[in-house]
């Protein structure tokens, strides 16, 4: 049995143990012994009775409500209901949960509707918390498309672009993937992963899935190792995410423990005339940036990957790589093994939008 699962169930009797009864109705709304308004006695039935599942339902459904009755906002009575609405929330996501990326959405909404009726429960908090990232994201009609696609087509390359989305983000999407997503995704509810899939994937997909655990490092193929190999730079991956808006990984190998937080020393060059450094002979717009995962936090023997967003207009012709300790001064570099030069430099076909 997963941890996830032994998780969810250890949940069910915590509320079994408080005092929740999945049977039992959260309110008497035929007697209605407190006297709440017809409004929010048609509230609960609606939910009890499965007419409103939905997030986006839910939530608006209780906007009406105390629109018309904000006097329910201190009652002490209607309180304790959703105190009890809130378990009922947890409930119900537990039980979608165990469907699968499938009931992934209705879950999480639930799980955020629990968070906000309960919160000074911490587990129902972070619980909300994490969901509330699988919520925001299927809001964008691409990500709720590759999710569709999954249940029809759930090649390894698909799984992948939807972890992706997760993994390389903040550190509770982060999270989420780690907790949720990942052993979802790579589960035996999918088909097993085979060896030959795997050789089917360009090198960016390979690091990435070795970065989330689930393949070995690819130690034979890298582009460059910096500060007399102690890292290795694996590959970039440079991708469209928006109209002009890209997310570059770079994926390193550290060969021993790294004490320095290194900056990403980022250059991109470009075909537009207009742009012209006064530090450099070389036209680029420069994207320097501090890992999310600091580099002296990165483990040793294991892969790494550094990211982020850039805006970026027109075409890229050349992309400058580097490790830099700003900490002293003057900077200092970690060279390319066999050169001086402070940056590993890919030059790209010209015109190329990666």
Not at 334 to 349: F, H, Q
Request: proline residues 5%; hydrophobic residues 40%.
């Amino acid at each position: 049995m997963s941890s996830r699962y032994f998780g969810v169930i250890l949940a069910v009797i915590l509320l079994v143990g408080c005092g929740y009864n999945p049977e039992k109705p959260v309110y008497d709304t035929a007697k209605n012994p407190d006297n709440f308004p017809r409004l929010a006695l048609a509230l609960l039935d609606n939910i009890e009775s499965d007419q409103l599942t939905s997030f986006e339902q839910i939530s608006g459904a209780f906007g009406e409500l105390y629109t018309e009755h904000s006097e329910l906002l201190d009652n002490d009575d209607w309180k304790r209901v959703i105190d009890r609405l809130g378990a009922r929330f947890a409930y119900k996501a537990d039980q979608l949960l165990k469907d699968g990326l499938s009931n992934y959405t209705r879950a999480a909404g639930y799980y955020v509707l629990a968070a906000f009726a309960r919160p000074k429960d911490r587990a129902a908090t972070e619980r909300g918390t994490l969901f509330s990232t699988w919520l925001d994201a299927v809001r964008d009609s691409e990500v709720a498309a590759l999710v569709d696609s999954l249940l029809d087509d759930p090649s390894v390359n698909r799984r992948l672009e939807l972890a992706r989305r997760f993994v390389l983000a903040d550190s509770v999407h982060r999270e989420f993937a780690r907790e949720y997503l990942i052993s979802e995704l790579f589960s035996s509810r999918f088909g097993d992963i085979a060896s030959v899939q795997w050789d089917e994937l360009a090198l960016p997909q390979i690091a990435l899935a070795s970065y989330m655990g689930l393949v070995d490092p690819p130690l034979d193929r890298k582009a460059v190792s910096f500060g007399d190999g102690l890292v290795d730079l694996i590959c970039t991956d440079i991708s469209p995410i928006d109209s002009n808006v890209y997310l570059a990984a770079f994926y390193f190998y550290p060969h021993t423990h790294l004490e320095v937080d290194y900056t990403i020393l980022l250059r991109i060059g470009t075909a537009n005339d207009s742009l012209k450094s006064f530090a450099d002979h070389l036209r680029f717009v420069p994207f320097d940036f501090r890992p999310e995962v600091p580099t002296s936090q990165w483990k040793e023997g294991a892969v790494a990957v550094a990211y982020r967003t850039l805006d970026f207009l027109g075409s890229m012709t050349e992309i400058s790589v580097g490790l830099m300790d700003k900490s002293v001064k003057p900077v200092q570099f970690l060279s390319p093994v066999g050169t001086d030069d402070k940056a590993y430099r890919l030059v790209l076909p010209r015109g190329q939008k990666p």
